[in-house]
């Protein structure tokens, strides 16, 4: 190679500048969508764990924003080293931070502790990302001198670039395709290759001999943690998960919606139970979920029936029932989570429960959030089925509102008649009364009736018509049922002397107050 040539590939000093640049803002975009992954993250999880979203989010958010502040001001004595400096606490945020699902699972899991460990961890994950910014403010002064206007705009433009994009692949990609424990593992490493890049691509000279070793030895054990859990992350799941569960788990899968948990008892001195959780709240029991599905369907079915619209029930039981019904002409369920609807079309045991209900010719699945779904509709059907879990977040409370009541009273259709589960009136009876008063609200006149479910206790619902209050009977055409019958059905609407009528504003979108009735009420059961 002639020496011309030789030169000819050598950066000039402006290349080198512009190089050095680029890298650090990229830098810059990568950890902040890195930081913004590990919020929403910590949000996830304890929406998963606790419910609550709202709070869950005020806790991260706050904690994070005050630890940024601290962290920011504990980064000043840190700029005299700022290339070593930034390389430990990437280092230290890829750890905190890529452990911290898997931490918090299983300190929820073992120790039956959440909210403190949140607290600390989105201390420490938020006072790492506070010292993030100044130092990276020094190195960018350090490549090149520049007004502190020029540096601050260059640097909060990578910075917000990256928190959208952080904000979009938490949902969308990470979530669904990694999971919760798999996904900030792996955005650990991304966090932590970042960092060490910047560090060593463009800073190697201002480290000491010392300060390599240093960062070597944190990112080999960084390194040696995030691949761990990321290898063990099933093992670790399922092990953690079954602290939850007094029966065995059968099954278990996380989507983008829910946690799914199929248990069964193989004791041979108990009955076989088999069960379906959500988010950890039991769905049904197989042992008595037909007292429920009966009390819930037949009441409303003895009259216009030929086009029935199931809202949630994407475990077929309620389908299970319609489908007895020979002159039923379509039956729309209508389900968020096909991961749901998939396995009672498929898992044998829960099709065996729902007698394959889900694969008669008359029934037609939709999978999308039931509320955004009927305001989109124009069609009417005679009988409706709102099969919903109990309200105790404000993504549930919005499907107990007078606005979706509203809806549901649009798409029924003339002498009409929807029922809707309502919690237990005796174990919740602020929660059961409120749906009375917001169906009223919404222009209905309420039936209430209540039957007793031994898994899950006495169990209350709600029956209303587009021609005023409702009557409830049965049609014998169909074959007796296995727990109800006209007698059984005319005593459960008498309530006793403590359980009667409570008068409690109606839940709305704006003011969901269900909410925090159902959450009050069933923490001391």
Aim: with cysteine; charged share 20%.
């Amino acid at each position: 190679m002639t020496t011309a040539s030789a030169e000819a590939t050598v950066p000039n000093p402006i290349q080198r500048t512009r190089l050095s640049r680029a890298i650090l803002l990229a830098t810059v975009f990568v950890c902040a969508a890195c930081g913004l992954v590990y919020e929403l993250a910590l949000i996830t999880l304890g929406a998963y764990l606790i419910g609550n979203t709202a709070a869950q989010a005020s806790i991260v958010l706050s904690v994070m924003v005050f630890a940024m502040g601290l962290g920011a001001l504990a980064a000043k004595p840190l700029q005299k080293r700022p290339a070593l400096s930034f390389a430990l606490i990437e280092l230290a945020l890829a750890g905190i931070g890529g452990l911290s699902v898997v931490a918090l699972y299983a300190s929820f899991a073992w120790l039956h502790l959440y909210t403190a460990p949140l607290v600390t961890i989105a201390f420490l994950i938020g006072g790492l990302v506070g010292a993030e910014i100044p130092l990276l403010m020094e190195l960018l002064q350090r490549i090149k001198k520049q007004s502190a206007g020029t540096a601050v705009a260059d640097l909060n433009a990578a910075d917000y670039l990256g928190g959208l994009i952080g904000g979009l692949a938490f949902p969308f990609l990470l979530l669904p395709f990694m999971g919760q424990i798999r996904g900030a593992v792996l955005v650990g490493a991304v966090n932590a290759i970042a960092g060490l890049v910047l560090v060593f691509a463009v800073f190697r000279p201002d480290l000491t001999r010392l300060g390599r070793i240093l960062t070597g030895s944190l990112a080999a054990l960084v390194a040696v943690s995030l691949v761990s859990v990321f290898v063990f992350t099933k093992q670790i799941e399922a092990s953690a998960r079954q602290e939850f569960y007094s029966h065995p788990i059968i099954y278990s899968d996380t989507t983008q919606y829910q946690d799914i948990v199929l248990t069964e008892s193989i004791s041979p001195f108990q009955t076989d139970d088999f069960r379906m959780f959500l988010n950890g709240d039991l769905q049904f029991s197989s042992v008595d979920e037909y007292r429920y599905h009966e009390a819930l369907v037949h009441p409303i079915m003895d009259g216009p029936r030929d086009d029935v619209l199931i809202l949630g029930g994407g475990d077929g039981l309620a389908v299970r029932e319609v489908v007895r019904y020979p002159d039923v002409d379509t039956i729309t369920l209508v389900d968020l989570d096909p991961a749901v609807t998939e396995l009672a079309m498929s898992y044998e045991r829960l099709v065996d429960l729902n007698q394959g209900a889900m694969h008669d010719d008359r029934v037609d699945v939709v999978n999308d959030d039931a509320f955004t779904w009927l305001r989109e509709q124009n069609d009417t059907w005679d009988t409706i089925i709102v099969d919903m879990p109990d309200p105790d977040s404000t993504e549930l409370a919005k499907l107990y509102s007078v606005e979706f009541y509203s809806l549901a009273r649009q798409a029924l259709g003339d002498e009409g008649r929807m029922t809707i589960q309502s919690s237990s009136p005796y174990f919740a009876p602020d929660s059961y009364w409120t749906v009375a008063s917001t169906l009223e609200e919404a222009g209905f006149d309420p039936v209430s009736y209540w039957v007793s479910v031994p898994t899950f206790g006495d169990w209350g619902f709600h029956s209303v018509s587009s021609e005023g209050k409702p009557t409830l009977s049965l049609d014998d055409s169909i074959g007796p049922l296995r727990s109800m019958n006209s007698e059984s059905l005319a005593a459960a609407q008498s309530f006793p002397v403590d359980r009667q009528r409570r008068d409690l504003p109606p839940n709305t979108l704006i003011d969901p107050v269900i909410v925090e009735y159902s959450r009050t009420e069933w923490k001391h059961y």
